[in-house]
């Protein structure tokens, strides 16, 4: 409030009108193409003006390090002279209009501003975390729930939120895995480019401008230490990395972020092979570019620029735009341009660009668009929305266990609720819930859902917010399970520990709250563990002791509700995993699209020289596509239209799945392949097709999946796309763990 208030009072005393001419300037024509508008304009503009569209500033709370904030007077002086093209963390319908108004009506050319915030999952109904969200399988639902984000921040002021995140992780360690799709890049694509579509739309006054993130391979940080070094090879990014990002341009993406991590040794916000050569050349990519927070400056940092001038001459080289939160553009273009080092042919393309998107938007005929109070007052937080979120939680819910098929529960069984964070609020909301912070939005929590759902509960903490435990809290734990029929554990980690500059080394399961499993299951009661967490965690150590276990993640809004949901069987569990489980935290990085390797296991005849860990197994504790349902599916006559593939021409893969239990249910069916032998090694699995199906209780359907040879080939270092001759294996199945195989020859 006081931000806002300071910025108002700024405004009011700084009133300054320019002369206007009676005939309306050509770039305030909206009868005019949007090309001749912005040719027009950039005649108009100084080069002060043009460096001033690179520069994004914030101004809300901080997302990243305060060092550079000059405060808000001078921010306010530099919108008014046109050195600001975008703001950040700006949010509500008076804020951002106190600060258009400035752009719009106190400087020279009144070129309006751009807002842009961090709606990552959800604005005000907070959606499941995009991990969980990816678990669904479901690319309709993941854009539904990016369009009603669109939707709610678009009435707040917003236009641009940077998301979605793609960055392709195999390491739990590292706490931004929550906001991406997981390991797969095949899934990650297809979410990538539906999380676009449902934030872009048409581009109208309902979506905001979405951004591809974090350009690239963030996600390969060194032991999943937080804006550590990368080390990838131009094939692995390819093949591991590039597709998402990929993927979301070609879904017509209209702004990019670069990541903080370097290349090839080169930071990614100056990496002219990343930014020219892929991004704008072979990708065609016409949009925006945005840094991330200070990632021009922190090129400095890294030992590859030596000052603020060298900065801005290389990450423009390499083709990066706006600038966030260092100011090197608009302090050192004006300066490059005039020294010759920087073409003004160079700035106009840039400029274009952004001035572009601002006249696509309609931000010229209306700076206002996202300025209404009413639309503010009618489109967010409403039941609508929260229903959406509560299905999207429903559906990200991952049953890994279910011994004895102790769930469902049923309605008249009494319940004992175990752990401090199924009665918080706070613990299973973070990381990123946007404008949700006030008490009005709060997530449902477990306790709360329970209770709604008209269950026999009672609470007992456990453990406190600390994870610590006392002989009292134990106590009483056992004491409400000794009552109950069966207990339920909320177990794992707050969201707090969720997120960006939340790396842990240690990605597991409390002491104190195996400690509480261990004294629970003297009790002799079936022990169900719901486990909150925004990664997967090693679960190894809990799992002995739950008959089963419900990984809930973070669902954001209706928290609770979907927990209950799926707990009483009204929706049946069909999530499957989109990261795998470890088995131990010395085994990550451990993902199921890994290589062979030249001694995979003793049946190759190679005794026991092979690849293997001496203490613990080498699979994960659950692999990757894998997840229960309170019904079983039987795969059977799994077949290849031929067994042939020729260039040009397609096979069908089908398989009949069966619903062989009491309930009806969804299957998420999948579609693997290993190419046996290549030029360049392959996988032994690539997912390449999925197919979410509903069955009844009996019922079977068939699943075909089309093979070609654009599905089959794989990318050499320079992105092309390629596939020699030879055997392809192609499997289905419900788990990457778990498949029918058949073999193709490719001719
Ligand atoms: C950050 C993040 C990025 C975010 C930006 C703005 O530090 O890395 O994802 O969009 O700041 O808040």
Same mark, same amino acid.
Do not use: I
């Given at each position: 409030m006081k931000k806002v208030a300071a910025f108002f009072l700024f405004y009011l005393s700084a009133q300054v009108t320019f002369s206007q001419s009676n005939t309306t300037p050509a770039y305030k024509n909206s009868k005019l193409p949007v090309a001749t508008r912005v040719a027009h304009l950039l005649s108009l503009m100084t080069v002060e003006e043009k460096a001033g569209q690179l520069n994004q500033v914030n101004g809300g709370a901080f997302t990243g390090p305060a060092a550079n904030d000059p405060g808000q007077q001078a921010k306010m002086k530099m919108i008014q002279a046109g050195k600001v093209g975008s703001m950040l963390n700006v949010t509500g319908v008076a804020e951002t209009k106190v600060l258009q108004t400035i752009a719009v009506e106190q400087s020279r050319l009144g070129i309006p501003l751009l807002f842009a915030y961090d709606v990552i999952h959800g604005y005000k109904t907070i959606f499941p975390i995009p991990l969980a969200d990816a678990c669904a399988w479901d690319p309709e639902l993941s854009r539904q729930a990016a369009a009603i984000a669109a939707k709610e921040a678009s009435a707040e002021g917003l236009h641009w939120t940077f998301a979605p995140m793609m960055d392709i992780s195999r390491d739990p360690r590292w706490g931004r895995v929550m906001e991406g799709a997981g390991e797969d890049p095949f899934l990650g694509a297809q979410i990538a480019a539906a999380r676009v579509k449902g934030f872009q739309g048409n581009f109208g006054e309902e979506n905001v401008l979405a951004t591809v993130k974090h350009f690239a391979v963030y996600g390969a940080v060194e032991a999943g230490r937080e804006y550590n070094h990368v080390n990838v090879d131009r094939y692995t990014a390819w093949n591991v990395h590039l597709p998402p990002y990929k993927a979301a341009v070609q879904a017509g993406a209209a702004t990019l972020m670069n990541s903080f991590n370097v290349f090839e040794a080169v930071p990614a916000s100056a990496n002219k092979y990343l930014v020219t050569d892929v991004l704008k050349k072979q990708w065609g990519f016409k949009g925006i570019l945005v840094s991330d927070w200070n990632s021009f400056g922190e090129t400095m940092t890294h030992g590859y620029a030596a000052d603020s001038a060298d900065v801005a001459l290389k990450v423009f080289d390499a083709g990066s735009m706006i600038d966030m939160e260092t100011r090197v553009m608009v302090s050192q273009i004006p300066g490059l341009v005039k020294k010759g080092k920087i073409s003004m042919q160079a700035l106009n393309e840039a400029v274009a660009r952004i001035l572009s998107i601002k006249f696509k938007i309609g931000l010229f005929d209306d700076p206002y668009r996202n300025c209404n109070p009413e639309r503010q007052a009618q489109h967010v937080f409403t039941p609508a929305h929260r229903e959406l979120s509560r299905k999207a939680g429903q559906r990200s819910i991952v049953l890994l266990k279910n011994n004895e098929q102790v769930l469902p529960l049923q309605s008249q069984q009494k319940i004992a609720l175990v752990g401090y964070l199924a009665a918080s609020t706070d613990d299973v909301f973070d990381f990123w819930v946007a404008a949700a912070k006030a008490p009005a939005y709060n997530p449902v929590t477990v306790q709360e859902g329970l209770k709604h759902a008209g269950a026999n509960v009672v609470f007992a903490k456990g453990f406190d917010e600390n994870n610590r435990t006392t002989q009292a809290l134990t106590a009483e734990a056992v004491a409400a399970a000794a009552q109950a029929d069966v207990v339920l554990v909320n177990i794992g980690l707050s969201g707090? &520990? !969720?997120?960006?500059?939340?790396? &842990? !080394?240690q990605p597991e399961i409390p002491d104190a709250q195996i400690e509480i499993l261990k004294a629970l299951r003297q009790t002799g009661k079936k022990i169900v563990a719901l486990v909150s967490a925004g990664r997967p965690l090693v679960l190894t150590k809990a799992e002995p002791y739950c008959d089963a276990i419900v990984y809930t993640w973070i669902l954001g809004t209706e928290h609770g509700h979907a927990v209950a949901d799926v707990l009483f069987g009204r929706y049946n569990p069909s999530a499957k995993t989109v990261m795998s489980f470890p088995y131990a935290v010395g085994q990550i990085p451990v993902y199921y699209n890994h290589m062979n390797t030249s001694r995979p296991d003793p049946t190759d005849g190679m005794g026991n020289w092979y690849s293997r860990y001496r203490d613990i197994p080498n699979e994960p504790l659950y692999a990757f596509g894998y997840g229960l349902s309170y019904t079983s599916f039987a795969y059977s006559q799994f077949s290849l239209s031929s067994q042939q593939l020729k260039k040009g021409q397609q096979v069908k893969a089908t398989v009949t799945i069966t619903n062989t239990g009491k309930v009806a249910g969804e299957e998420i069916v999948q579609l693997y392949i290993r190419d046996m032998v290549a030029n360049r090694i392959r996988p032994v699995a690539e997912l390449k097709g999925f197919q979410k199906i509903a069955l009844q209780p009996g019922e079977s359907k068939k699943v075909s999946f089309a093979i070609d040879a654009a599905l089959l080939s794989y990318y050499n270092e320079l992105g092309q796309l390629q596939l020699e001759p030879g055997e392809i294996k192609i499997s289905v199945g419900g788990s990457s763990d778990k498949l029918l195989s058949a073999m193709l020859q490719y001719e």
């Open positions: 707090k &520990l !969720a997120g960006e500059d939340r790396s &842990l !080394a």
